[in-house]
């Protein structure tokens, strides 16, 4: 995968490196999904699921954890665009899930918002570990981001007058600082926002 990609990880492929046949590998995996998905539960081992951070302070706990699972994964964009479409099961993937709703108890957030929340937060990171990591492999990234920055310094102010008001603060901040606010932001709507009652409707 290091090598050439997740997309060339297959059951074929890897029963050839492993000089052997597909029907083997079956006794393991069932398809290439959960091969994929085998692949990221072993990564997931190197997360940190205790992060420097005094125990009381659950929303940076909950920051860090996430921290530190996308960067696990934005070393391997290919996998990090699986996942989006994987449903992960493996035990490492079990404990992070066990992780997030735990620090979520300790800041009081009832089980349905931490439950709903959970799917959120892990969606959020594994999106931006994916573009983040496509962007690092681009060639192109660092013209694509200025040119993206002289097109809104450009911008005409009766054409977009917000994005002329708002200025140079659409491109400011450093990446991991923009990644930690934006979890801040969900956490905090998370413990706020209620979900929807499932009580039927009065007629």
Same mark, same amino acid.
Do not use: C, K
């Given at each position: 995968?290091?090598?050439?990609?997740?997309?060339?990880?297959?059951?074929?492929?890897? /029963?050839?490196?492993?000089?052997? *046949?597909?029907?083997? +590998?079956?006794?393991?995996?069932?398809? #290439? @999904?959960?091969?994929? !998905? =085998?692949?990221?539960?072993?990564?997931?081992?190197?997360?940190?699921?205790?992060?420097?951070?005094?125990?009381?302070?659950?929303?940076?706990?909950?920051?860090?954890?996430?921290?530190?699972?996308?960067?696990?994964?934005?070393?391997?964009?290919?996998?990090?665009?699986?996942?989006?479409?994987?449903?992960?099961?493996?035990?490492?993937?079990?404990?992070?899930?066990?992780?997030?709703?735990?620090?979520?108890?300790?800041?009081?957030?009832? /089980?349905?918002?931490?439950?709903? *929340?959970?799917?959120? +937060?892990?969606?959020?990171?594994?999106? #931006? @570990?994916?573009?983040? !990591? =496509?962007?690092?492999?681009?060639?192109?990234?660092?013209?694509?981001?200025?040119?993206?920055?002289?097109?809104?310094?450009?911008?005409?102010?009766?054409?977009?007058?917000?994005?002329?008001?708002?200025?140079?603060?659409?491109?400011?901040?450093?990446?991991?600082?923009?990644?930690?606010?934006?979890?801040?932001?969900?956490?905090?709507?998370?413990?706020?926002?209620?979900?929807?009652?499932?009580?039927?409707?009065?007629?």
């Amino acid at each position: 995968m290091g090598e050439e990609g997740l997309e060339r990880v297959t059951m074929r492929r890897l /029963a050839q490196e492993l000089d052997t *046949g597909p029907a083997s +590998l079956y006794v393991y995996v069932d398809n #290439t @999904a959960e091969l994929h !998905g =085998a692949i990221l539960d072993e990564l997931l081992a190197s997360v940190d699921f205790d992060p420097d951070v005094p125990p009381g302070r659950w929303r940076d706990r909950l920051v860090e954890l996430l921290f530190s699972y996308a960067q696990v994964l934005s070393a391997h964009p290919s996998l990090a665009r699986s996942v989006l479409l994987l449903r992960p099961s493996g035990p490492h993937y079990l404990r992070l899930i066990d992780s997030l709703l735990a620090l979520l108890y300790a800041g009081g957030v009832p /089980a349905r918002q931490a439950a709903w *929340g959970v799917d959120i +937060l892990l969606q959020m990171a594994t999106a #931006t @570990a994916a573009e983040q !990591g =496509a962007r690092d492999q681009s060639v192109d990234a660092e013209g694509e981001h200025e040119a993206l920055e002289s097109a809104l310094r450009e911008a005409s102010a009766d054409a977009y007058p917000h994005i002329v008001r708002t200025g140079g603060e659409l491109v400011s901040g450093a990446g991991p600082e923009r990644f930690r606010w934006a979890l801040q932001s969900l956490i905090d709507g998370i413990a706020m926002t209620p979900t929807p009652s499932t009580e039927a409707p009065d007629a």
